[in-house]
């Protein structure tokens, strides 16, 4: 356990070390003149205009868009992922009757529907949730299927030995063992819809922060450009980890067998 | 009367992937008395525990009949409960909650479940664990857990499937005194399927000695050692004559297996 701990800080500590000498680093490359600071700014530039960005309100503003797309596309995604992915993983006929659906979201780029969906939506947010939505959709409806699919034999071979119907099956086995596989989906999901709603607010939007980062390139404002681009890392990286945290809870619901 | 009556029973397996059918075990007729301990051993591949789980009602009987009590065994029922190998526990319900499953499965009538639950808890030695979730006990506690399910819906039949196989020797040990003692409490009529002879002679009224090519019984040898039972019974000549009985037909039945593969 000490250990642990101990080796646990060290990786932080680590890993801490590395970020600043890479942030070092870029300032000196370009301090130095060895690259031209139109390409990649420097963090010094970037902090001031964070400075400003944050003074005038537009990263908040930004940011509240993009997090309002998220939050919608990848409660869509929730429902219906988790949705089809329990009705196809118990029945087999309506896994059977999506299955060319999936095959085709997989072998697809789902970017290659965006102007599908302008035609149908317009620019503008229904479109990114749109887009959103089906990046996110996939893992979790598939971690939700194999979930279920993929009930434990021998829990299932104990609650039939004591009579379990198969409600009882579905519900006290089938659906609580599945839990920690669609968990992991959903941290994919989470990643995936964060990506999809920046991706189309670079195509087309009014405010977000893919929208900001199209909007500074456009204008060559490289450092500009850095804010929103570190903002949505910043976003990936809290939101995954926090689905991580959960993920690693939810271990402890992992079936385990003696042999 | 006999509390579990095979009669010339017949289980078919059908191999994976193609619609070959071969008997698992064949024309097996056993009687056991109400109250009678009674092991099944066997080299694997016999069908000791395609026969265990035929009387359990899990498995499709495709010749001969089953009965418990004087009724035909048509699938899982109220008056057997099956300990299995592993110990299959519910990852996400503590101690008590995956003994109360077992009572709520079967729409437990007889009483308060967890209260039911806590006795059987009490009884396999684990009280002070009940709010532990399986993953924090020990593969021989996992396992007393597994027999208090079993226990708590007081079943007529105890159905036993190699339920030690998976401990280690002195786990193993212990965990045989313990079921003994258990069942000295009201000596439920139980099956006990084993690879380890010793076990199942310390444990059993009788051995049966399974055969394979299909699965037959070759022989049921009545086990006449005095009850209550303790380890020192182990050291007694009586004990190791049994044990050289059963341990002469396991060999007989490897040395053929040596020979087919051999053939093979």
């Known amino acids: 356990m000490i250990t642990d701990v101990f080796m646990r800080r060290q ?3 680590l890993g801490t070390m590395s970020f600043i000498i890479i942030g070092v680093l870029w300032q000196l490359v370009v301090d130095f003149g060895i690259v031209n600071p139109f390409f990649i700014s420097t963090p010094s530039a970037v902090w001031q205009e964070l400075l400003v960005q944050l003074q005038d309100g537009s990263l908040l503003v930004n940011t509240a868009a993009t997090l309002y797309s998220f939050a919608l596309a990848l409660g869509l995604a929730v429902v219906v992922g988790i949705g089809l992915g329990v009705l196809a993983g118990w029945f087999r006929d309506a896994e059977a009757a999506l299955e060319p659906f999936i095959w085709f979201k997989y072998s697809a780029p789902t970017v290659a529907f965006y102007p599908l969906f302008v035609a149908w939506l317009g620019y503008g947010t229904p479109t990114i949730v749109a887009i959103a939505f089906l990046f996110a959709l996939t893992p979790i409806y598939a971690n939700t299927l194999s979930g279920i699919k993929n ?6 071979r104990v609650a039939t030995s004591f009579g379990a119907r198969p409600h009882d099956i579905f519900f006290r086995i089938a659906l609580p063992g599945a839990v920690p596989v669609i968990v992991a989906g959903l941290r994919l999901g989470v990643g995936r819809a964060l990506t999809g709603v920046v991706v189309a607010e670079l195509f087309g939007a009014n405010a977000g922060l893919g929208y900001s980062i199209a909007y500074y390139a456009q204008m060559l404002q490289t450092s500009r450009m850095m804010v929103p681009i570190v903002t ?15 993920e690693k809870r939810t271990e402890a619901w992992r079936v385990v067998h003696d042999n | 009367m006999a ?14 992937n193609s619609d070959e059918v071969f008997a698992a075990v064949d024309d097996i007729s056993l009687s056991i008395a109400a109250g009678e301990f009674v092991s099944i051993v066997g080299s694997s591949g016999c069908g000791k525990s395609t026969l265990l789980l035929s009387v359990a009602g899990l498995v499709k009987i495709a010749r001969g009949t089953i009965t418990i009590g004087g009724r035909p065994v048509s699938g899982p029922g109220p008056d057997r409960a099956v300990v299995f190998q592993d110990a299959s526990l519910l990852p996400w319900r503590t101690v008590l909650g995956n003994v109360r499953f077992g009572l709520e499965m079967q729409r437990w009538t007889g009483g308060d479940l967890t209260e039911r639950a806590m006795s059987m808890i009490k009884l396999v030695g ?16 996992r396992q007393r857990v597994n027999i208090a399910r079993a226990l708590a819906v007081d079943p007529q039949v ?12 002195q786990t193993r040990e212990i965990m045989g005194g313990e079921l003994l003692r258990i069942w000295e409490g009201d000596k439920k009529t139980a099956l006990f399927v084993t690879h380890d002879i010793d076990e199942a002679i310390f444990l059993s009224d009788k051995v049966v000695v399974m055969g394979r090519n299909p699965g037959h019984i070759k022989e049921v040898i009545a086990i006449d050692l005095p009850r209550p039972r303790t380890q020192e019974i182990l050291d007694t000549p009586q004990f190791t004559e049994y044990r050289r009985r059963l341990r002469a037909h ?15």
Do not use: C, W
């Open chain 1, 11 to 13: 990786a932080l500590i």
């Open chain 1, 151 to 156: 009930v434990d034999r021998d829990l299932k």
């Open chain 1, 232 to 246: 949505v890392i910043l976003l990936g990286v809290i939101l995954t980890q926090a689905l991580s945290y959960i």
């Open chain 2, 3 to 16: 509390e579990i009556e095979i009669r010339n029973l017949g289980i078919d397996y059908r191999k994976p």
């Open chain 2, 126 to 141: 684990l009280a002070r664990f009940a709010d532990y979730h399986p993953h924090q006990l020990s593969g021989g506690m």
């Open chain 2, 158 to 169: 105890l159905l036993m499937d190699e339920p030690f196989g998976a401990l280690d020797a």
């Open chain 2, 250 to 264: 396991l060999a007989a039945d490897m040395a053929g297996m040596h020979f087919m593969e051999e053939a093979a």
